[in-house]
């Protein structure tokens, strides 16, 4: 789905990201390593949010470092979901669960029943957990279409109970996932772990 060949990126003289090739395979892939070791920077770059300073990032075998901003928006839209580090960024505060997901193009709430968050759809989103508003980003992230979710420390802001639930949703995700973590509990779970030293 996404494959990252030679990646760079440098701001400057500081060097974020050497030299990485990836495939983003089926199941959870998880980006490791200490603060600083480029994780967030790769995983913009992968999500198209970004462009590398050197390199090549292919989605669906198309390159995309030809493609003009705005065809690089059309096929993120498309193709990828970005859940944010806070909760409260990926969700529309004044709507409720349901029209959340409705916003997202879901056609109905069985999203909100495979998530464990049945029984919620006309809830508001300040009466969700920290963990409950990250499935539902990622419940939303799903209603979108998209072929590949993309999280950025996704438990890092969360208490262990709520990060709990966000590791269930994770593990079942029914399209391929790529996270960027320093959760050891994360790294356990993931089928496929790229581990990124500091420079």
């Known amino acids: 789905m996404i494959r990252a060949c030679g990646v760079g990126v440098s701001y400057g003289s500081v060097r974020a990201v050497s030299d990485v090739s990836l495939s983003i395979a089926p199941g959870l892939t998880v980006l490791s390593g200490p603060s600083g070791s480029g994780k967030s920077t790769l995983l913009r770059v992968l999500s198209l949010v970004e462009r590398p300073s050197a390199g090549e990032v292919f989605v669906r075998d198309v390159p995309t470092s030809s493609l003009s901003w705005s065809d690089l928006r059309l096929l993120r839209r498309k193709e990828i979901a970005v859940v944010f580090q806070n909760p409260a960024d990926n969700l529309i505060s004044h709507l409720t669960v349901g029209e959340n997901l409705r916003a997202a193009g879901a056609a109905d709430l069985s999203l909100l029943d495979r998530l464990g968050l049945d029984g919620s759809g006309t809830w ?50 029914p399209v391929p996932a790529v996270v960027a973590s320093h959760d050891p509990r994360l790294v356990e779970l993931a089928d496929l772990c790229i581990p990124l030293a500091a420079s």
């Open 124 to 173: 508001r989103i300040g009466a969700l957990s920290g963990g409950q508003q990250q499935r539902l980003a990622f419940a939303c992230a799903l209603a979108c279409g998209a072929s590949v979710v993309v999280a950025d420390e996704p438990t890092s802001q969360l208490d262990v109970r709520s990060a709990d639930l966000v590791l269930e949703t994770l593990s079942s995700l």
